[in-house]
């Protein structure tokens, strides 16, 4: 997820699209630039880091003064964060900028093929070819926007793209496929941006561009079409949100934003990794498929909520790539004496990739000779320059404390993976590798679905927010569901609550059940029957008690319902994805609690984004 902000007026274009770009570091901040079309030619500056990196730049070399201009704040995706990756990116002339927001799919075969046509393309990024497209389109002439339809035309993917051109003075260029843009219409100048935060200062008119829709902004006046050049339809609207509120996208809290934006970061997860043929193409782990055949044991280590992702990616390993897998917390593995080998994978799981117990753990294991895998959802970071190979997640940035939506697209990766190594190694034929591609790729959907239903659980949330203790129950995948579902609760809300393997229940935490105690129930899909039948009987062993039941179960379970004093329904999915689904309910009930208190969710008591000491 990156920022950006495109402006055509009277006003200076530099700071508008600087100021408009600090209103959008939430959205990536590993690197930043600006073009500025003056007198005919484009100026560019990018820098990596931070913003004020690029603002130091720019008052040491003011570009020329121009009223035209544009700017990307990037989160990276492809390339690691540095100058050179940073956006805008040129053609060979210098005389078409692009910056971009999304995954391009079949980035490579369109750079093989300009690279072929005598493009030099100097980065790593996925952007920079569509700057040589637009150059080949504008051959002789021609109108930007019908190079950019074109272009566009060629694309597969996700992807915001903004663009000027010295042929085209005046004039900016946007489209959008599956990424956000937005137009701010202003009196004798327009804007565009990732979203109002940009230059809701400026003005609050604004308009929500469509899907596969190309615009024209010019300081008179805007024009949108569809990719084939039709008129479309467009509809104004107000924006009453203050700045502050349009950062958070109009939302209270970024955790509510991010809780909203999982159903993209699932999909954004999932894009470029699943080719045509319905096969897995993971390169970019950069593990030779010869040396994952050669794996005869996985162990994973992470923290909190990622060592959560790592107890789930355990039950798909063992079962779709019929390895041995063990999952250790970080900060544990480090002081034990590990068997590994150099057949022993372990995987790094770490939202930020600054985790310093991760890390310890990290270089813990390459002491011990065993090949490393990192997944990570901040490019650049320091954990995937210690593993031979990193499977990113593309949650976009996360800057709740609590983590969610990061969580999720784990859970995507940590499924590519078992899916992968399967594939590799032959222990699922193609066809069933594929068959469960095919449901991950309508789990962005089934998140959504959740979403639309979570009102129940938000007034179930605050009816308890004077509760001392909840507890969690969950078998199967739908355990480390019970553990993150308390870890949110403890966090957010900082009440007592613990998570269980419900058949543990008997072993003593049923001591713990009294007269209305709230327990949260995890309920596996009803295909694993036997799993199923025995948590119906946990259910009823705890309401025999007094336990106020919340059950989380698929949709048309009826056989739960007779021992929930709360049902909440969730799509039907296949077992080992049922986390996708589940979880949601448990990140909205804890948020919901914890505001009913009066905390701030996006930044708990006590703790950071990011526990860089061990
Ligand atoms: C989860 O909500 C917490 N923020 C915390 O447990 C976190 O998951 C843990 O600190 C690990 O962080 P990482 O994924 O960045 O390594």
Redesign the pocket.
């Known amino acids: 997820m990156c920022g950006i902000v495109g402006y055509v007026g009277g006003r200076p274009a530099l700071d508008v699209v600087v100021d408009g770009l600090a209103r959008l570091e939430y959205r990536g901040y590993d690197s930043a630039g600006v073009a500025v079309l003056a007198d005919g030619k484009l100026a560019t500056a990018k820098r990596a880091g931070k913003l004020v990196n690029l603002r130091n730049a720019l008052a040491e070399e003011p570009p020329p003064a121009g009223t035209l201009g544009m700017g990307h704040t990037r989160w990276a995706t492809h390339g690691p964060p540095n100058d050179r990756n940073a956006h805008p990116h040129v053609d060979c002339t210098g005389s078409v900028a692009v910056i971009h927001n999304g995954i391009i799919e079949n980035f490579a075969e369109l750079r093989a093929e300009l690279e072929e046509g005598g493009h030099g393309l100097g980065s790593d990024t996925d952007t920079e070819a569509v700057a040589h497209l637009l150059e080949d389109e504008l051959k002789g002439g021609g109108d930007l926007a019908d190079a950019m339809r074109r272009v566009c035309g060629r694309l597969e993917g996700a992807f915001t793209l903004v663009a000027t051109h010295t042929g085209s003075p005046g004039l900016v260029v946007g489209a959008r496929r599956n990424s956000p843009l937005v137009v701010g219409v202003g009196d004798g100048e327009n804007f565009l941006a990732s979203d109002v935060a940009a230059f809701i200062e400026h003005t609050r008119d604004a308009i929500e561009l469509g899907q596969d829709q190309v615009v024209e902004l010019r300081a008179e006046g805007v024009t949108v079409t569809d990719f084939d050049g039709r008129p479309a339809e467009v509809k104004e609207y107000h924006v009453d949100w203050d700045v502050s509120a349009a950062e958070k996208g109009g939302y209270d809290y970024f955790m509510l934003k991010e809780i909203a934006e999982q159903p993209r970061a699932v999909a954004d997860t999932l894009l470029g990794r699943i080719g045509a043929d319905g096969r897995l193409h993971l390169d970019e782990m950069r593990i030779p498929d010869q040396e994952l055949r050669e794996v005869d044991k996985i162990i994973i280590v992470?923290?909190?909520?990622?060592?959560h992702a790592g107890l789930i990616a355990k039950y798909a390993i063992e079962h779709w790539a019929g390895l041995p897998c063990e999952v250790e917390l970080a900060s544990e593995f480090r002081y034990r004496d590990p068997i590994l080998s150099p057949t022993t994978l372990v995987i790094a799981?770490?939202?930020?990739?600054?985790?310093m117990?991760?890390l310890m753990a990290v270089r813990h294991a390459r002491e011990q000779k065993a090949k490393l895998l990192g997944i990570c959802?901040v490019n650049g970071s320091t954990?995937p320059r210690e593993c031979d190979g990193v499977l990113y997640t593309h949650a976009g940035p996360e800057i709740a404390?609590?983590?969610?939506k990061?969580?999720l697209t784990?859970l995507v990766a940590v499924y590519l993976i078992a899916l992968y190594i399967a594939q590799v190694r032959g222990t699922k034929w193609g066809d069933e590798v594929f068959a469960m591609v095919q449901l991950l790729e309508r789990m962005p959907e089934k998140v959504e679905k959740v979403l639309e239903t979570m009102e129940p659980v938000r007034e179930l949330a605050r009816s308890l927010a004077g509760e001392r203790c909840v507890l969690f129950l969950g078998r199967h995948v739908g355990f480390p569901v019970a553990l993150e579902g308390a870890?949110?609760l403890k966090?957010l809300a900082y009440m007592h609550a613990e998570g269980f393997a419900a058949g543990e229940l008997k072993h003593g935490p049923i001591a713990l059940i009294e007269e209305d105690l709230p327990v949260v129930v995890v309920v596996p899909p009803r295909a694993r029957d036997v799993l199923h039948d025995k948590i119906v009987s946990n259910i009823q062993e705890i309401r025999a008690r007094g336990a106020r039941t919340i059950v989380i179960a698929e949709e048309g379970d009826e056989s739960v319902e007779p021992y929930a004093d709360t049902l909440i329904s969730v799509p039907a999915v296949p077992t080992l994805l049922q986390p996708l689904v589940t979880t949601v309910p448990l990140q909205v009930f804890a948020c919901e609690l914890a505001t009913a208190k009066g905390h701030d969710v996006d930044q708990p008591r006590n703790?950071a984004?990011?526990?860089t000491v061990e």
């Open positions: 992470a923290c909190g909520t990622s060592y799981i770490s939202q930020s990739g600054e985790t117990d991760a959802n954990l404390v609590a983590s969610t990061a969580f784990q870890l949110k966090e703790l984004k990011s526990v």
